[in-house]
């Protein structure tokens, strides 16, 4: 075990489970184990609940009289004094606003809310404005480009539409598994270096040769992948 | 029915298959046939291609062709196999980052083989392989 390690002996008084533990003993061990022997654990409890219970108001004193000259201070803005007030100045104070964690669930929804007031703001004007823009600016780029791109164009567009639409309304659940098939998808670039490799040039022939192998890693692993974690929705 | 059309249609099909695979990804009970219908989509491009590919290159190009994607789906698999679940999000952006790789290489072979020919045809190739790097890039920092 690591050092520092504890190990509470319940069993110390018919022989024990440890192997080194003696009955009634604080053994510490070469390796800085301690195995608890006591066989008094329940003659113990009170003593050690009180203490801690003990230590627990201290604080709390401490914490009310932040002079150290009996005068009760509430701050407000500390959590624990906020949350243990019910009645302050004759006004109820209860419930009190839920506690602040830094862990992400709460941050996420806190992120969130801001977006959706903001969402709604945009007037019709601004939305028609914003559309029109998009659409000038796309004419404008399709009207300008060579030739051989417009049909790449109308590809990458209704790539888009599709895309949004397709991938609009995903079960959360299935974020990691959708991210992980359109990976696997975007693997199709090894048909580029599919079309280069063979050529004369020796450099071609290397450079596509690496290119499809790193593509091929990506598609036969995405896919098992994929297919390993849908499996783990599987009902037994 | 030439080659070529037969190539097309056959992408054509494949990226049909590759919107339902999408598709059927976002229901749980949908998506084992999404995944079905992604592999088979991949298959018949890949088909394609070789088909095509064969047509034009020598026999040791379609050895060195086979030979990579077999070390590639070697590997590819034992990782997949292998891998903690949650190690899982780690390996999809290794992966990711590998087709930005993959496609850098594409773009990087296209640059030599226009270089060599010139003329008009140049000029064309070289704006999309402006925003082709473009693309890469983007890929490859967000596989990061």
Known sequence: MKPGSVIVDMAASNGGNVAGSVAGELIVTDNNVSIIGYTDLAGRLPTQASQLYGTNLVNLMKLLTPAKDGQLVLDFDDVVQRTITVVRDGERTWPPPPVQVSAAPTTAPATMRPAKVEKQP????????IVGIGVVALFLLTAFSPNQLIG??????????????????????????????????????????????????????VLSFIAILLASINIFGGFAVTRRMLSMFTRA | ???????????????????????????????????????????IALAATIGLASRSIAWTGIVLLLVAMAIGATIGLLRAR??????????????????????????????????DKGSAQTEIARSLLRIHHAEVSSACSSGR
């Open chain 2, 82 to 115: 292998s891998v903690e679940m949650t190690g899982m999000p780690e390996l999809i952006a290794m992966l990711h980052s590998f087709v930005g790789l993959a496609a850098v290489l594409v773009g990087w072979d296209g640059y030599y083989q226009v270089e």
């Open chain 1, 152 to 205: 790449n164009f109308t590809v990458f567009v209704l790539a888009i539409v599709i895309g949004y639409y397709v991938i609009g309304h995903v079960h959360h659940a299935l974020h990691t598994p959708l991210m992980s098939i359109t990976n696997a998808i975007s693997g199709i670039i090894v048909v580029g270096a599919l079309l280069q490799i063979g050529h004369h040039d020796t450099v071609i022939t």
């Open chain 1, 122 to 129: 945009m007037t019709s004007t601004r939305k028609y404005t």
């Open chain 2, 1 to 43: 029915m030439s080659a070529e059309t037969a190539a097309q249609a056959a992408y054509i099909v494949a990226a049909l298959l590759f919107i339902m695979s999408l598709a059927g990804l976002s229901k749980h009970e949908t998506s084992r046939s999404g995944i079905v219908f992604g592999i088979s989509g991949m298959t």
